[in-house]
């Protein structure tokens, strides 16, 4: 089994900053990649940010240029970097782990971005 625990979400400012954290445990050994998705009240969950294990690197359009993924040096852990944040980019944002075609999710981490 895999465990994903996330960190760091929030309230802020638009135009603020924030840094989520998921460290993954369990049975991790050759993970394909893992990365962060997020779902807003009433929307479907949709990609953020995905990573592989050959540092491949996925935006979705409306965070390109704001946010960036990156990932521990023991690669158990993902990062997300949120700058000039927005208003839509309010949701609460999961952790994905996908391995060997199953995908394991975290619990997720609110994140609220107003005034």
């Known amino acids: 089994q895999v465990q994903l625990v996330e960190s760091g979400g929030g309230l802020v400012q638009p135009g603020g900053s924030l840094r989520l954290a998921c460290a993954a445990s369990?049975?991790?050994?050759?993970?394909?990649?893992m990365g962060w998705y997020r779902q807003a009240p009433g929307k479907q969950r949709e990609l953020v940010a995905t990573?592989?294990?050959?540092?491949?690197?996925k935006y979705a359009d409306s965070v390109k240029g704001r946010f960036t993924i990156s990932r521990g040096i023991a690669k158990n852990t993902v990062y997300l970097q949120m700058n000039s944040l927005k208003p839509d980019d309010t949701a609460v944002y999961y952790c994905?782990?996908?391995?060997?075609?199953?995908?394991?999710w975290g619990r997720g981490t609110q994140v609220t971005v107003s005034s």
């Open positions: 990573i592989t294990s050959g540092d491949s690197i």
């Open positions: 369990g049975n991790i050994f050759r993970i394909n990649a």
């Open positions: 994905n782990l996908e391995k060997w075609g199953t995908n394991y």
